[in-house]
């Protein structure tokens, strides 16, 4: 057992010393994502001011050995035969997303961050990412008990979002069940049980469990599979007041694609369902022109279904 517990001191000091040349980003609180591109080039996406080239150049060398390192610290491996990597760095707990030869010229990785800071509505009001109209109709949905759909592509920042629209959640005092794959989600509710799903226990599995924890409301980091259709039940079934992100383009593909992961399971997936299960879509987006980088573009209220089967939907 000694020698296992020196082994791993040894791996991540090993790890930690070959991540030197971003460790500053990896240590500012600010940096919610760092990529190395096959050109060698670290970019930083920085909250508050975007995605940003930094002054960080490494070498494929030095870059395939911190992946080494990453999977070894995970007790895997990276090959050319097995070239994809995706992990939960120890200690740190970045969520790792990285590649070698031959799926890529040269190594790559995307360490994303969990933001330390989590950033109120207030924030993003007086950052221009979301008006002061859009905020109140936010709040005004949790004290409500709405179930809330966040969307957005990749790393527009729906979680980050989650955690600012979580702390109004935590203001009403509810017993919350949190469902997540790594742990992004930071809620300082007095009265919470959160699962982490992994390897033999899935999203599915923790949605399924979750009446048995008497939850009055229900979260998950991300709807990514068939368990949307267990969510939405619970979600219709006595525990309003849910909140959960999806990847989507706009308001109306957010239930589009929560109908997609539903047909993962069944033939067909019930839209009368998605329609009253989901009470308020916010779609987030980057945008270039923003002063953040990003923007809340869209809310819309979900009203049911119309005559022809289309989505009901108000935006406001």
Not at 85 to 114: M, N, S
Not at 177 to 188: G, H, K, R, S, V
Not at 191 to 211: E, P
Not at 232 to 244: R, S, V
Request: proline fraction near 4%; glycine fraction near 6%.
């Amino acid at each position: 057992m000694a020698n296992n517990t020196l082994a791993t001191v040894r791996r991540y000091a090993a790890l930690e010393a070959a991540l030197q040349p971003v460790h500053d980003y990896l240590e500012n609180d600010a940096v919610i994502e760092i990529m190395l591109n096959a050109d060698g080039r670290v970019w930083v996406d920085m909250a508050g001011e975007g995605l940003v080239q930094s002054n960080v150049v490494m070498g494929s060398d030095e870059a395939e050995r911190v992946i080494r390192l990453c999977a070894s610290a995970m007790n895997t491996e990276v090959n050319e035969r097995q070239p994809s990597l995706a992990a939960k760095l120890p200690v740190w707990g970045y969520r790792v997303q990285a590649a070698v030869p031959p799926i890529v010229e040269a190594p790559v990785f995307a360490f994303r961050k969990p933001s330390k800071r989590v950033f109120s509505l207030e924030d993003y009001v007086a950052s221009d990412i979301l008006s002061s109209k859009h905020a109140d109709i936010i709040v005004s949905a949790v004290q409500e008990r709405r179930n809330i759909l966040i969307g957005g592509g990749a790393g527009s920042g729906k979680t980050t979002l989650a955690n600012s629209i979580l702390q109004c959640v935590a203001a009403t005092h509810d017993r919350l069940y949190i469902i997540e794959d790594n742990p992004e989600l930071q809620c300082t509710a007095a009265n919470k049980v959160q699962i982490f799903v992994q390897s033999g226990y899935t999203f599915q599995n923790a949605v399924m469990d979750a009446l048995r924890f008497r939850p009055d409301r229900i979260i998950v980091g991300e709807v990514r599979d068939g368990a949307a259709l267990d969510l939405l039940k619970t979600w219709n079934t006595g525990h309003p007041g849910g909140l959960a992100t999806i990847h989507a383009n706009d308001p109306r593909a957010m239930l589009e694609r929560l109908g997609q992961l539903i047909e993962e399971v069944i033939p067909q997936a019930p839209r009368y369902l998605i329609a009253e299960a989901v009470d308020l879509c916010i779609h987030i987006s980057r945008d270039v022109h923003a002063p953040a980088g990003r923007i809340v573009n869209a809310i819309a209220q979900v009203n049911g279904l119309t005559e022809s089967g289309a989505w009901d939907m108000k935006f406001l």
